[in-house]
């Protein structure tokens, strides 16, 4: 059973980096069946896919973040980040990882609990 | 990139009622189509995977159907513990793995 779980700062200022990190038990990161993403929801909002880390070192973005978002990887430690540059109070959010588990053509997604991070000075 | 979008975007309904949620893909998606349920400061829920499995321990009032563009989440008897935000999301479409807005449901 996989377990997915956030860790990250709480607070960050205005224009530093945010990061957070998805520990992974139950699976390995270096699967090949498993999309290890990052989702956001503002408050009071939607679920934004933001992107994800795929076990052959591709990555995807949502264009919407213009190029401010980067996932990666420590398999030591079986766990993938998500660095977000330059952010600014609309980046507040809860931040969740998940990982769809994608096996011949059917998809099961196991997501953690979230990180509630607030950007002000 | 493929859209989702549901209706209704939100709705009253009664304990006891039969609700019926809608999400449309802009284009087809097979059965890659998950449900979710939110309540407020929590995480998505996995209500169903793949348009019409019930994921582990969800209470079969629920169901998913559907493929292609057109799929439907429905309660059959509304229960207090269902007022709740509805999300559907996609799987079909790599590299987005696109959400809908979102049906709430109130008393």
């Known amino acids: 059973h996989v377990q997915l779980r956030e860790s990250g700062p709480g607070l960050v200022k205005p224009s530093q980096t945010l990061s957070v990190t998805c520990t992974v038990s139950g699976a390995s990161i270096t699967s090949a069946t498993h999309f290890w993403s990052w989702i956001r929801q503002t408050p009071g909002k939607g679920l934004e896919w933001i992107g994800y880390?795929?076990?052959?070192?591709?990555?995807f973005y949502n264009p919407s973040l213009k190029s401010r978002a980067a996932i990666s990887v420590d398999t030591s430690k079986n766990q993938f980040s998500l660095n977000l540059t330059s952010v600014t109070a609309a980046d507040t959010a809860v931040y969740y990882c998940?990982?769809?588990?994608?096996?011949?053509?059917?998809?099961?997604?196991?997501w953690g609990q979230g990180a509630l991070v607030t950007v002000s000075s | 990139a493929i859209q989702l979008t549901q209706s209704p975007s939100s709705l009253s309904a009664s304990v006891g009622d039969r609700v019926t949620i809608t999400c449309r893909a802009s284009q087809g998606i097979s059965s890659d189509l998950a449900w979710y349920q939110q309540k407020p400061g929590r995480a998505p829920k996995l209500l169903i995977y793949d348009a019409s499995n019930l994921d582990t321990g969800v209470p079969s009032r629920f169901s998913g159907s559907g493929s292609g563009t057109d799929f439907t989440l429905t309660i059959s008897s509304l229960q207090p513990e269902d007022f709740a935000s509805y999300y559907c999301?996609?799987?079909?479409?790599?590299?987005?793995?696109?959400f809908g807005p979102g049906t709430r449901v109130d008393i």
């Open positions: 998940l990982s769809p588990y994608c096996v011949a053509g059917s998809c099961y997604p196991y």
């Open positions: 880390f795929y076990y052959s070192g591709t990555t």
């Open positions: 999301q996609q799987f079909s479409s790599y590299p987005l793995f696109t």
